[in-house]
T-cell receptor, first 112, second 114 residues
Framework: DAGVTQSPTHLIKTRGQQVTLRCSPKSGHDTVSWYQQALGQGPQFIFQYYEEEERQRGNFPDRFSGHQFPNYSSELNVNALLLGDSALYLC???????????FGPGTRLTVT | AQTVTQSQPEMSVQEAETVTLSCTYDTSESDYYLFWYKQPPSRQMILVIRQEAYKQQNATENRFSVNFQKAAKSFSLKISDSQLGDAAMYFCAISLSGTYKYIFGTGTRLKVLA
């Protein structure tokens, strides 16, 4: 049983560019959340998707957007990249009736 | 708003010994869940243990146990018989019932000495 998978593993972008990160949830899971983890910090909640809709959002600007597909996979898009967007981006999924989340290995984004 | 505080940036423990990691939190809600996650250098967050706030009994998972003090809003993690593979960053997190979003602390780096 595959766990949560994310792609790509690493990514280097230039300021002002746009980036798309991808996540496939654990089998049987229907809710996907995205977190940003800056170096030396705990993860910060970006947003959560369920039934292809954004259900909750953390304190992140509109440059951060997402999407969930019918197969429950999800994308995180960041526009107009800033140096401060450099971080590890974690995807987590949750199954129906469960309250714990399972995390993927993350995508390391570096903005230069 | 919920907050989670981990006051120990770094802890060290001798192999086979016991160590306790501290976590305090603040919330005005009564129905929530608490978690400890481990993040090794491979980066993947791994669930160590979870506790429902409505349960008075402390959760245990093999060598891992918690001391949950609801009135004091404290949720410490005890690791017994520490192993080299326990070395990692440990994060405490809270999630309100029905929201399922986590609020994390800043983490504690655990070093295990051979």
């Amino acid at each position: 049983d595959a766990g949560v998978t994310q792609s790509p593993t690493h990514l280097i972008k230039t300021r002002g560019q746009q980036v798309t990160l991808r996540c496939s949830p654990k089998s049987g899971h229907d809710t996907v959340s995205w977190y940003q983890q800056a170096l030396g910090q705990g993860p910060q909640f970006i947003f959560q998707y369920y039934e292809e809709e954004e259900r909750q959002r953390g304190n992140f600007p509109d440059r951060f957007s997402g999407h969930q597909f019918p197969n429950y996979s999800s994308e995180l898009n960041v526009n107009a990249l800033l140096l401060g967007d450099s971080a590890l981006y974690l995807c987590a999924s949750r199954g129906p009736g469960e309250y714990e989340q399972y995390f993927g290995p993350g995508t390391r984004l570096t903005v230069t | 708003a919920q907050t989670v505080t981990q006051s120990q940036p770094e802890m060290s423990v001798q192999e086979a010994e016991t160590v306790t990691l501290s976590c305090t939190y603040d919330t005005s809600e009564s129905d929530y869940y608490l978690f400890w996650y481990k993040q090794p250098p491979s980066r993947q967050m791994i669930l160590v243990i979870r506790q429902e706030a409505y349960k008075q009994q402390n959760a245990t998972e093999n060598r891992f146990s918690v001391n949950f003090q609801k009135a004091a809003k404290s949720f410490s993690l005890k690791i017994s018989d520490s192993q080299l593979g326990d070395a990692a960053m440990y994060f405490c997190a809270i999630s309100l019932s029905g929201t399922y979003k986590y609020i994390f602390g800043t983490g504690t780096r655990l070093k295990v000495l051979a």
